[in-house]
Nanobody
Framework: QVQLVESGGGLVQPGGSLRLSCAASGSIFSINARGWYRQAPGKQRELVARITNGGSTNYTDSVKGRFTISRDNAKNTMYLQMNSLKPEDTAVYHC?????????????????WGQGTQVTVSS
């Protein structure tokens, strides 16, 4: 299978910045979709940003102009640069990667989630 390991969360003051990373490991053959999601207490999980293999990006309206999603294909790693953070950005952030991997001579689809990293924006 394919595993995702996230890092980079923490406590930051309003207006500050954080950079999240999501590293994928395993016998990956291809990656078809990448995205960052977040879930605040008492709220549903929402899509924050996603990036296609061609590099096209889209963002939820509340983070446009402040967050930037990127990826390093050689490292199978995805990033979320978060600037001008606001208290309402406080949530657990999860990365999600969908693709195919080698499994004993066959290609299988994976849809993996990171363990989640807490981002807290507070003074």
């Amino acid at each position: 299978q394919v595993q995702l390991v996230e890092s980079g969360g923490g406590l930051v003051q309003p207006g500050g910045s954080l950079r999240l990373s999501c590293a994928a490991s395993g016998s990956i053959f291809s990656i078809n979709a990448r995205g960052w999601y977040r879930q605040a207490p008492g709220k549903q999980r929402e899509l924050v940003a996603r990036i296609t293999n061609g590099g096209s990006t889209n963002y939820t309206d509340s983070v446009k102009g402040r967050f930037t999603i990127s990826r390093d294909n050689a490292k199978n790693t995805m990033y979320l640069q978060m600037n001008s953070l606001k208290p309402e950005d406080t949530a657990v952030y999860h990365c999600n990667v969908v693709g195919t991997y080698h499994d004993t001579g066959a290609l299988r689809v994976f849809d993996s989630w990171g363990q989640g990293t807490q981002v807290t924006v507070s003074s």
